[in-house]
């Protein structure tokens, strides 16, 4: 596939596969047994502590190894503290196969947590990595992002964990918001500092909450998207910028736990 091809024409494709996904995922059916994700059983934590989250990382890694061994695009593991949200994630060739198919390539309206084709997850240097979900009414996959809308609930879970073949990572929350096609904060292109500050304000500017959060040129930021329900052809979307990332190929071979410092945030 000619990728210089396929990002210049992603735009409009990309918004036309999600107005689909929002209408054709948002189910009420329940998911069977063989396909509910084991609930995440792990410690907690309620403030971010650049030392405690090594706990989640090694055991979100194991996931990602065992993922691995099941499904032939896994991608990562994503995980939000006080939600539904531990779940795989998997990267196809388009954003469309997985709107419909589980992470194990099974067919299933509720589909699978997706990175954006786009997306190099290897790279190290995306500015906006995306991940894709459907908005189910039982709160299952993006549906869980809802409470999200609430200030409170939102300024007390700030933080997102993701881990993926390059590392472990933590995001902080600087928007969440309802938006509509017409904005398109699934630009993964910006040819300029200036551009892509222009897009972080453009999506500050549109949050529901004020997070805080101060953003500069060499920020990386991570999207989640989904639909919802305040208009026709809706949608809610969160960012959160990277505050704290360790390279798995950092860590040497008596390393039982990975270390490092927090970014600052």
Known sequence: MDQLTVIKRAGSM??????????????????????????????????????????HEEEMMNRLIELRNTSKDAAGWIRIQDTGIDFPVVQGDDNA???????????TRYGAIFMD???????????????????????????SLMPFKDAEFA???PYIELVTDKGYSVWKLFSAHVTSRDFYYIDVNFNTDQSFMEFLNALQDRSLHDFGVELTAQDRILTLSTCSYE??????AMH?????????????????????DALDS
């Open 14 to 55: 990309l918004f036309i596969l999600i107005i689909a996904f929002c209408l054709c995922g948002c189910s009420l059916a329940f998911l069977s047994p063989a396909e509910e994700p084991e609930p995440y059983t792990g410690p907690e934590y309620t403030a971010f502590d650049p030392h405690f989250p090594f706990e």
């Open 97 to 107: 196969y997985y709107l419909k198919h589980d992470h194990l390539g099974q067919y």
């Open 117 to 143: 084709y786009r997306n190099n997850p290897q790279s190290g240097v995306e500015k906006n990595t995306i991940l894709y979900g459907h908005n189910m009414k039982n709160d299952r996959m993006f549906g």
């Open 155 to 157: 300024l007390n879970h």
């Open 231 to 236: 208009f026709k052809d809706a949608f809610f």
């Open 240 to 260: 959160a910028v990277l505050v704290y990332e360790y390279d798995f190929a950092e860590m040497g071979a008596d390393d039982s736990v990975p270390g490092g």
